[in-house]
């Protein structure tokens, strides 16, 4: 098939759908906007405009490709659907005639379907009652085998008369929810090669926030590869919650330092507690304004009650806990959804799994952890882990 005989599409986001709670529309749209030209740029040339409150993604040439556009748009936050659309003259035979070809495929397979049509341009000579009736008897013409359900149809048809063309499509497709990534300030997330940090992640873009990704890492008990899974996570992840900064913390030496002057059962404890005192150094540096972590209570020693307290009293920011109350479960449904779980359960190690301790403490007293801590050279550690961060774009 040439260019000239693929019908000219184009993909509709309306503003009705987006969620507008309590935000600012303007910056609410702008935001989305930014955000998709960002994501489309892998799918080749495609222009967009805002006019009558409704985004119109328009392929520029042959080469910009409609399936990549439309599962790109999905994965954006401040969508709640989206329409993927043929476009037409506005003029009555030329719309059926576009109804029946473009949607031909799903007609043949439908049992019932019904046409509804909007005319946003009273310019054109029909209403919209008139257009549904004019379209739904084509499309019975040369399907005789359907039958209009109003109420429940198999097909829906849409057909809507604007500004600047007509245009049929079928049932809106789902969006991604949420807000756009960035209405909401810049958060850091902890993220390990584990389930749940990359469902945080992604959680907390669909607020609108933007991520900075932090990641321990202890070569050589970690190895490249471990490192290389959290990189791909990440990139997983990007594809809802976009570009992000990647910092690699060097860890070893805190480890081996923890593992040296500490009692065993306070190792998990006191490797969260610097794991939280660099993650607000970062954070800091980097203008966000909180920290977010895969944890969930009762999940492993280290994500009870008071466990979580004796890292939180050192916060001098919010940690954002997405899947706090959340089962396992639940948490790798999401992680399917986003596509993250197969990478997630490679057997690679994890700094928090290279020294675990027989039998962590799960009732921790903050004096306690603090006499313990005292044995390290707490500044100087830090400083020097800080010194070796390495970036990388994802
Ligand atoms: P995950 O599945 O995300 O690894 P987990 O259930 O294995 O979580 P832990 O290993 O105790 O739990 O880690 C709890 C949280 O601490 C993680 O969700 C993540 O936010 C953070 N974390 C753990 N390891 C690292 C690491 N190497 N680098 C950065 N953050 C980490
Ligand atoms: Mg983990």
Do not use: W
């Amino acid at each position: 098939m040439t260019h000239t005989d693929k019908p000219s599409e184009i993909i509709l986001i309306k503003n009705g759908e987006l969620a507008l709670k309590g935000l600012n529309r303007h910056t609410f749209e702008e935001a989305l906007l930014r955000n998709l030209r960002h994501r489309l740029r892998h799918a080749g040339n495609f222009s967009l405009r805002k006019a009558q409150s409704t985004i119109y993604i328009e392929p520029q040439d042959a080469y910009a490709d409609m399936d990549e556009a439309c599962d790109c748009v999905s994965r954006v936050f401040g969508i709640a659907a989206f329409s993927r659309a043929c476009v037409t003259e506005k003029d009555l035979t030329a719309i059926q005639q576009a109804a029946v070809s473009y949607l031909g495929a799903r007609l043949r397979t439908a049992s019932t379907f019904k046409v509804e049509a909007k005319r946003a341009d009273k310019q054109f000579p029909l209403g919209s009652p008139e257009i549904s009736r004019e379209v739904g008897g084509y499309v019975l013409e040369h399907f005789p085998h359907l039958r209009v359900d109003v109420h429940n149809p198999d097909l829906l048809i849409m057909v809507e008369i604007r500004d600047f063309g007509a245009y049929v499509h079928a049932q809106q497709l789902p969006g991604a929810g949420g807000m756009p990534v960035g209405t909401g300030g810049r958060a850091a997330i902890l993220i390990s090669g584990g389930i749940d940090s990359p469902v945080a992640a992604y959680m907390m873009a669909k607020r609108g926030i933007q991520l900075t990704a932090i990641h321990f890492a202890s070569p050589p008990y970690t190895s490249e590869r471990a490192e290389q899974k959290v990189i791909s996570l990440l990139e997983r992840v990007g594809r809802y919650a976009g570009h992000m900064t990647m910092h690699i913390v060097p860890f070893t030496h805190i480890q081996e330092e923890i593992r040296r002057a500490c009692p065993e059962e306070f190792f998990t404890l006191i490797m969260r507690r610097f794991m939280m005192r660099l993650a607000q150094r970062i954070a800091k540096e980097q203008d966000c304004g909180a920290l977010i972590t895969g944890e969930s209570v009762g999940q492993v020693a280290s994500q009870t009650i008071p466990a979580l307290a004796v890292t939180d009293v050192l916060a001098e920011m919010p940690v954002f806990r997405p899947l706090i109350g959340m089962d396992k479960e639940e948490i790798v449904s999401i992680a399917r959804r986003i596509d993250t779980f197969t990478l997630s359960i490679q057997p690679y190690e994890d700094c928090c799994t290279v020294f675990t301790p027989r039998h962590p403490c799960t009732r921790p007293k903050l004096y306690k952890i603090e006499a313990v801590e005292a044995a390290l050279d707490v500044d100087g550690l830090i400083e020097e882990a800080m010194a070796g961060i390495r970036i990388r774009e994802i």
